[in-house]
C-alpha cells in the first residue's frame, strides 16, 4: 500500500495505541508477546507495539475527506517510550 500519510507513528499516536491496547488487556484479550507475568497493561502493551505484534489499525483522516488505514507494523515508532 501507497502511503499518504508520514510512515512513523506520532507520539499521540503511541499514547493512544497504548491506551485502546491496554484497555482491551485488561478486558481479556489475548495478549501478542511472549506473557513473563507482568500485571501492567500498559508495559505489556509497550512490548506488543515495540514488537510490533499489536493487532490494531491506525486510522489517518486526509484533507480531502478519504481516511487511510494502516497497521501498526507498516509503521515506524520515531521515540522511545
Not at 503511541?14 to 485502546?20: F, N
Amino acid at each position: 500500500m501507497s502511503h499518504k500519510t508520514p510512515r512513523y507513528l506520532t507520539k499521540y499516536d503511541i499514547s493512544r495505541l497504548l491506551t485502546l491496547r491496554a484497555e482491551q488487556i485488561a478486558q481479556g484479550s489475548p495478549i501478542f508477546v511472549e506473557y513473563k507475568g507482568e500485571t501492567d497493561y500498559i508495559e505489556i502493551a509497550k512490548r506488543e507495539l515495540k514488537e510490533k505484534k499489536m493487532p490494531i489499525e491506525v486510522h489517518r483522516q486526509l484533507p480531502n475527506g478519504t481516511e487511510e488505514k494502516c497497521t501498526v507494523q507498516t509503521y515506524r515508532l520515531m521515540t522511545d517510550f
